[in-house]
């Protein structure tokens, strides 16, 4: 059974921080590379984030430098760390396998004001 939970979200200022956390059953996280996506309203959902299982890093241009993906292999879990953050990374955020994706879980709505 495939499932994800995302947490976190919440209305923050600009420039302001919020750490994100995503549970994962077994069979989703187990050795396989994780990734962070958001959609804003209007917008297709677009890859933040990703995360190999032993660690390797990327980012999109857009969020280079203030995010931060993380993983903890132990916990099934992974993380994002947003600082610095702007009215436009508000969106839904939402973790997943990369690049093949499994169901979506609910995910955890960010917004940013100016």
């Known amino acids: 059974q495939v499932h994800l939970v995302e947490s976190g979200g919440d209305l923050v200022q600009a420039g302001g921080s919020l750490r994100l956390s995503c549970a994962a059953s077994?069979?989703?996280?187990?050795?396989?590379?994780m990734a962070w996506y958001r959609q804003a309203p209007g917008k297709q959902r677009e890859l933040v984030a990703r995360?190999?299982?032993?660690?390797?890093?990327n980012y999109a241009d857009s969020v280079r430098g203030r995010f931060t993906i993380s993983r903890d292999n132990a916990k099934n879990a992974v993380y994002l760390q947003m600082n610095s953050l702007k009215p436009e990374d508000t969106a839904v955020y939402y973790c997943?396998?990369?690049?093949?994706?499994?169901?979506w879980g609910q995910g955890t709505q960010v917004t940013v004001s100016s």
């Open positions: 997943n396998n990369w690049p093949i994706v499994v169901p």
């Open positions: 995360i190999t299982s032993p660690g390797s890093t």
């Open positions: 077994g069979s989703i996280f187990s050795f396989k590379a």
